[in-house]
T-cell receptor
Framework: KNQVEQSPQSLIILEGKNCTLQ??????????LRWYKQDTGRGPVSLTI?????NTKSNGRYTATLDADTKQSSLHITASQLSDSASYIC???????????FGKGTKLSVKP | DVKVTQSSRYLVKRTGEKVFLECVQD?????MFWYRQDPGLGLRLIYF???????EKGDIPEGYSVSREKKERFSLILESASTNQTSMYLC??????????????FGPGTRLTVL
């Protein structure tokens, strides 16, 4: 069964600290993996996309990694800011029909 | 910038009412999607449309229908609203032009409460 699992479910960190969010998937065949950021009461916005051949991709203070062999991805946030408080959703495109499979998200709270 | 708008941010309806949720995108995208998002369950696909007048059931279509008469507009219809349809509803659109890795752009969401 095609699934995307994210951990932790929620996370609280202090402003200025780093954190890493995890995404494990069992989707096959794999096409790509996106990380979305969803602010409270808003729609998700894409942060980065990873394809099979990419290991690392950065977008400002956000760095995503992909290990296609172990089917794991991580999103690392450096020097967190209060505005990073949001839910982060991992979405894998794949399967026999190229469907989008959503993780349930990690809710990040950055405290001053 | 791509803009996806939804007709209401907040909506309160009564059980049994017919409810229309409207979504409009301004980038001539072929694909449009309706999701619902519930705590602990993430986003679940209700219906999607490849193009005008085309529609496909998603993972949880029961109790919903859709309409796509114009390319820019995708409507979600709750024929007879029930309390278990209380949720956040998100619309998205995607272009088919260029890369198959094209991003889905989401609207701001409609928080529907059915009493």
């Amino acid at each position: 069964k095609n699934q995307v699992e994210q951990s932790p479910q929620s996370l609280i960190i202090l402003e200025g600290k780093n954190c890493t969010l995890q995404c494990n998937y069992t989707v096959s065949p794999f096409s790509n993996l996106r990380w979305y950021k969803q602010d409270t009461g808003r729609g998700p916005v894409s942060l980065t996309i990873m394809t099979f051949s990419e290991n690392t991709k950065s977008n400002g203070r956000y760095t995503a990694t992909l290990d296609a062999d172990t089917k794991q991805s991580s999103l690392h946030i450096t020097a967190s800011q209060l505005s990073d408080s949001a839910s982060y959703i991992c979405v894998v495109t794949g399967g026999s029909q190229g469907n989008l499979i959503f993780g349930k998200g990690t809710k990040l709270s950055v405290k001053p | 910038d791509v803009k996806v708008t939804q007709s209401s941010r907040y909506l309160v309806k009564r059980t049994g009412e017919k409810v229309f949720l409207e979504c409009v995108q301004d980038m001539d995208h072929e694909n449009m999607f309706w999701y619902r998002q519930d705590p602990g369950l993430g986003l679940r696909l209700i219906y999607f449309s490849y193009d005008v007048k085309m529609k496909e059931k998603g993972d949880i279509p029961e109790g919903y229908s859709v309409s796509r008469e114009k390319k820019e507009r995708f409507s979600l219809i709750l024929e007879s609203a029930s309390t278990n349809q209380t949720s956040m509803y998100l619309c998205a659109s995607r272009s088919l032009a260029g890369s198959s890795y094209n991003e889905q752009f989401f609207g701001p969401g409609t928080r529907l409460t059915v009493l």
